[in-house]
């Protein structure tokens, strides 16, 4: 069973910035989306950014203009840039990939905390 692994996730002062990567570990062929979800403590889980085949992008409006979704195609692996960090942003990010036709994969989380 393929499952996605975070990495880059932690502990960072407001105004700073993390890079949040996402490997699947086995192959995955046929990725239609790759996309960053998050989930604060009492909230419900997310949408913060997704990227499709043709590399265009989706982001919540709380973080347009301070994270960049990205991949690699051939190493089908997917980043968030994330920068100007705000302590709003501290929460659980699960990285999320969909494959042709309609199969679902996710990762197990990585917490990012944003406090001075």
């Known amino acids: 069973q393929v499952q996605l692994v975070e990495s880059g996730g932690g502990l960072v002062q407001p105004g700073g910035s993390l890079k949040l990567s996402c490997v699947p570990s086995?192959?995955?062929?046929?990725?239609?989306?790759g996309a960053w979800y998050r989930q604060a403590p009492g909230k419900p889980r997310e949408l913060v950014a997704s990227?499709?085949?043709?590399?265009?992008?989706n982001y919540v409006d709380s973080v347009k203009g301070r994270f960049t979704i990205s991949k690699d195609s051939a190493k089908n692996t997917v980043y968030l840039q994330m920068n100007s960090l705000k302590p709003e942003d501290t929460a659980v990010y699960y990285c999320?990939?969909?494959?042709?036709?309609?199969?679902?994969?996710w990762g197990q989380g990585t917490q990012v905390t944003v406090s001075p």
């Open positions: 086995g192959s995955i062929f046929m990725i239609l989306v």
């Open positions: 990227i499709a085949t043709d590399s265009s992008t």
């Open positions: 999320y990939m969909k494959r042709w036709p309609s199969t679902d994969y």
